[in-house]
């Protein structure tokens, strides 16, 4: 199959904590993991993607790992904010099209 | 860069009704796909367009159905409407399709389409 799952369903940390969120995906021919942000009542954006050439990739406060031997990939946001506050989707692709399978998201809450 | 469009924003329509919603993807991109998002079960893929033609369609009865234009602007339709087809409808444009084995590329989500079916 290509299910994508994703962990935790939720998660609230304080502010200035770090957030870790995991996803595991089945194929292992998948080589591209994007992560989403979607806040309430808008579209997910995303902010942040990584190909299986690489185990690490940083973007400011945000990082995604991929372990392609395990299948799972994580996204790590440090120093988190209130406005970090969101629900997060990880992605795989299934075939060699943008058919996305999505993760069930992340509710993330960070307290002030 | 304008970012990708959808219409109607909002909409209500009675059971057994059909809808269309409409998407324009960011300029230059020719590859358009579209997601249902529910609370229950997250966001699933639809279909996926590209050069007119649909590329891939995701586990949805033939009620739902999509095109695809030569301006790569794209609608999908949804007949005979059940209560269970209220959701957002998101597309998602991406310059090209993914090339090679499950080697998908960026897309980009539109605002989505609110359906309500009463």
């Known amino acids: 199959g290509e299910n994508v799952e994703q962990h935790p369903s939720t998660l609230s940390v304080q502010e200035g904590d770090s957030a870790v969120i995991k996803c595991t995906y089945s194929d292992s021919a998948s080589n591209y993991f994007p992560w989403y942000k979607q806040e309430l009542g808008k579209r997910p954006q995303l902010i942040i993607d990584i190909r299986s050439n690489v185990g690490e990739k940083k973007d400011q406060r945000i990082a995604v790992t991929l372990n392609k031997t395990a299948k799972h990939f994580s996204l790590h946001i440090t120093e988190t904010q209130p406005e970090d506050s969101a629900v997060y989707f990880c992605a795989a692709p299934k075939y060699n099209n943008n058919d996305m399978r999505f993760g069930a998201g992340t509710r993330l809450t960070v307290k002030p | 860069k304008a970012g990708v469009t959808q219409t109607p924003r909002y909409l209500i329509k009675t059971r057994g009704q059909q809808v269309t919603l409409s998407c324009s993807p960011i300029?230059?991109?020719?590859?358009v796909s579209w997601y249902q998002q529910t609370p229950g079960q997250g966001l699933q893929f639809l279909f996926e367009y590209f050069s007119e033609t649909q590329r891939n369609k995701g586990n949805f009865p033939g009620r739902f159905s999509g095109r695809q234009f030569s301006n790569s602007r794209s609608e999908m339709n949804v007949s005979t409407l059940e209560l269970g087809d209220s959701a957002l409808y998101l597309c998602a444009s991406s310059p090209s399709p993914g090339t090679g084995t499950y080697s998908g590329n960026t897309i980009y989500f539109g605002e989505g389409s609110w359906l309500t079916v009463v």
């Open positions: 300029s230059g991109h020719r590859s």
